[in-house]
């Protein structure tokens, strides 16, 4: 239906052919096409462990169980992100405390902030990557020593970004990715936990499936007749449909980045004069795995106004995000309001994300702009 849709997957012969091995193998549940994906995504980062899961949420929640994180203790986060982050740590019974983002340029987290919110209760940071692009992580990882406490990366937007030679999801203790239908990289549903950590690893691994000693694979092959259940564990894992997308995907990611690096500077050439429009990261120093591409409107353009013009043209946008401290949930149960992080507040009222993925035509990216420079003109 739409002319220019906000994502596209691209799904070739491969991944057909990877699915349809699978489901002639007779095996579905996690198995051998699993850790072989588990063993290409770990080389792929140069990581000790990398667990598959069900998805980026699973993750992010064992990553939290992994580090102990419970009732009493408060986890830093940003609230300008998907609300699976700020939620993985409420599943715990601890405490989400929002920080602000750096700035309009810079739409991760404030390394000044986190210093600020830091308490004696305070347990982890989780960051998140926003669109694709590194957080501040020498001050970040700085500051988690000098406070000894853990960091959380949510990788979702950022598989295959880089900061100063370290891939992201291989800085902080532990790194969650996704691989949910709109993101770099895809199984449908899906997510993968990296670690450095052979204790947290060992934990992650046991509390995604029930908190159980044996797979149902070991069983099946005699390796196992029984098992004990440790820990109140979880159905986290992925299977082998998933796995076998997964590998797949992968070995496309840096292609597909690539690519998505091209439409962005496409995109920046074609808007950086444009009136009204504000387009953060710009000349930002670290390879991000360019995952939106987020431009801020300034007054006074009416945003929804904007959204339903494109949407008429049958181009698609999208907002990221509501900020999280603003949800209803938040406001009930830990009383946040709006006013309370000024700088997240503006950028999120303003901010307009525009289609990106790697199929995209030239044709496209002018018909956006073009478009887009327009509906814009008639403020002026
Ligand atoms: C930043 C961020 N974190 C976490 C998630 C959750 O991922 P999943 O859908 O795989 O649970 C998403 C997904 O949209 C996301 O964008």
Request: aromatic share 10%.
């Amino acid at each position: 239906m739409w002319q220019v849709p906000l994502f596209d997957i691209a799904f070739s012969h491969q991944e057909l052919e990877a699915v349809q091995k699978v489901l002639q193998s007779g095996w579905l549940t996690m198995g051998p096409v699993t850790q072989e994906f588990e063993g290409a995504f770990a080389d792929f980062l140069g990581v000790k462990h990398a667990i598959a899961v069900s998805s980026c949420t699973a993750a992010l929640h064992l990553a939290a169980v992994a580090l102990g994180i419970g009732p009493g203790d408060e986890v830093i986060c940003p609230a300008l992100t998907f609300v699976a982050g700020p939620n993985s740590i409420m599943y715990t019974g601890a405490k989400p405390v929002f920080a602000e983002i750096t700035g309009p340029n810079a739409l991760t987290i404030s390394p000044t902030d986190i210093e600020r919110k830091i308490t004696p209760r305070t347990k982890a940071i989780q960051v998140m990557h926003y669109g694709g692009y590194p957080c501040d992580m020498d001050q970040i990882v700085g500051i988690a020593q000098a406070h000894n406490l853990a960091i959380i990366e949510d990788v979702a937007h950022a598989p295959g970004a880089v900061y100063k030679d370290k891939l992201l999801g291989t800085i902080g203790t532990i790194g969650c990715f996704s691989f949910f239908s709109n993101k770099n990289m895809t199984t449908g549903e899906g997510g993968m936990v990296t670690t450095n950590d052979d204790a947290l690893a060992d934990r992650i691994r046991l509390m995604r499936s029930h908190g159980m000693t044996t797979l149902t694979l070991d069983r099946h092959r005699g390796r196992a007749h029984s098992y004990d259940v440790i820990e109140l564990g979880y159905n986290y894992r992925i299977d082998e449909l998933r796995s076998a997308l997964g590998l797949v995907q992968l070995a496309k990611l840096e292609q597909n980045n690539r690519r998505r690096s091209e439409i962005v500077a496409q995109y920046i050439e074609r808007l950086q004069n444009v009136p009204f429009i504000q387009i953060p990261f710009a000349n930002f120093e670290h390879r991000s795995a360019y995952h939106i591409f987020p431009v801020l409107l300034n007054k006074p353009i009416d945003r929804y106004w904007l959204m339903k013009q494109m949407k008429s043209a049958g181009i698609q946008t999208s907002v990221h995000y509501p900020p999280a401290h603003l949800f209803s949930v938040y406001n009930r149960k830990f009383g946040y309001n709006r006013g309370d992080l000024p700088v997240t507040e503006s950028v999120a009222d303003r901010e307009l994300t525009l289609p990106l993925y790697p199929t995209m035509e030239i044709e496209q990216i002018d018909f956006v702009c073009n478009t887009l420079r327009e509906l814009l003109s008639r403020w002026l």
